[in-house]
Nanobody, 120 residues
């Protein structure tokens, strides 16, 4: 029904920048919240940033001021620009979206994840 496909992860040195993108496709009527989560082995998945309909944003304290979330509603795409990266930002980053399908159902979807590794 719906797919979220992430891109843009990789390896970067501390202090560097990376950009992530996530495209949602399928039987989409509308998208409410889009966000990014991250997870490291042995820990719970945590919210990094979220954006509601292109206006209201929310950031984890650990990334506020360094990361910027944005979205293109026409393209069903959410972005995460990550600056001043730190080794502790190393994780698998997952895209997330709350979507209303064309059949009227609301569901939450996840991407497959993309690895971000920050070397010291």
């Amino acid at each position: 029904q719906v797919q979220l496909v992430e891109s843009g992860g990789g390896l970067v040195q501390a202090g560097g920048s990376l950009g992530l993108s996530c495209v949602a496709s399928g039987s989409i009527f509308s998208i409410n919240v889009m966000g990014w989560y991250r997870q490291v082995p042995g820990k719970q998945r945590e919210l990094v940033a979220a954006i509601i309909s292109g206006t209201s944003t929310n950031y984890a304290d650990s990334v506020r001021g360094r990361f910027t979330i944005s979205r293109d509603n026409a393209k069903n795409t959410v972005y995460l620009q990550m600056n001043s990266l730190k080794p502790e930002d190393t994780a698998v980053y997952y895209c997330n979206a709350d979507i209303r399908l064309v059949n009227g159902r609301n569901s939450r979807y996840w991407g497959q994840g993309t690895q971000v590794t920050v070397s010291s």
